[in-house]
């Protein structure tokens, strides 16, 4: 059975990720703990413990191959993979996900977005068309779908999520400022509430007056 990692730990995966990417970039091809660390302000004690999570990578007085820890945290977090996304509530938000087109380098591929708005029926988003809600069911039988991201009204929401499981999803990206009620453990939901982190920003900054 695989070993259990932390939250935490898998929370600080995407950084080393981000960091590795910008070594490849840059044309590095190892990199010490040391070096990693005071680049990334982690400790280089950190980095070894996160890393000896997956087995290490590093290699005594060598330090880690830089493309291939990229390429193992990658599997890690599953980004080997692809995983296709539909949006649901093409407002300013899921527009404006979909607009991002950098997801798909790390393979999050946008697939369609959906809506109530008879304004938007027939129109697309960077290519990406929009549907009807009345559509969705037609759709997702058709069309394999990973993840839903949820950027619709959070009265609309729940229920809405609750559609999209009984279609067969069963991750959710949730912008949606409410906690979704879906009975059943396979469900994996990411909550992205931009306001907490500003709220983080906003203590930060008044804490220092204090
Ligand atoms: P918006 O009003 O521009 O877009 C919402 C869209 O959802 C509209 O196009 C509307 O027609 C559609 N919609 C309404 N009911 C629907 C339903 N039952 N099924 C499908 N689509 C439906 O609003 P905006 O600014 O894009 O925000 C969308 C949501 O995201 C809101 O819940 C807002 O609170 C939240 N939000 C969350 C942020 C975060 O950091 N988590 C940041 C900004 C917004």
């Given at each position: 059975m695989e070993k259990e990692i932390s939250q935490a730990v898998i929370r600080r995966m995407p950084r080393y990720y981000r960091y590795l990417g910008e070594l490849l970039d840059e044309g590095v091809e190892r990199i010490s703990s040391n070096d990693l660390s005071s680049r990334m302000l982690v400790t280089a004690s950190q980095i070894r413990q996160d890393l000896n999570n997956f087995g290490g990578f590093g290699q005594q007085g060598y330090g880690y191959n830089v493309k291939f820890l990229y390429d193992e945290i990658g599997k890690i977090l599953g980004l080997d993979q692809k995983h296709k996304i539909i949006v649901i509530g093409a407002g300013n938000l899921g527009q404006a996900i979909t607009n991002y087109a950098t997801f798909e380098k790390w393979g999050?591929?946008?697939?369609a977005l959906f809506d109530i708005?008879?304004?938007?029926?027939n129109t697309s988003v960077r290519g990406i068309p929009v549907y009807m809600m009345e559509e969705l069911e037609a759709y997702c039988s058709r069309q394999p779908v990973d993840i839903a991201a949820l950027t619709l009204p959070k009265e609309q929401a729940p229920k809405t999520a609750r559609r999209l499981v009984d279609l067969g999803i069963h991750a959710f990206w949730n912008f949606a400022h409410v906690d979704l009620?879906?009975?059943?453990?396979?469900v994996i939901v990411e909550n992205v509430h931009l306001s907490d982190s500003l709220m983080q920003l906003s203590y930060n900054i008044v804490k220092n007056r204090r």
């Open positions: 999050f591929i946008i697939t708005n008879p304004a938007l029926q009620d879906v009975d059943d453990r396979d």
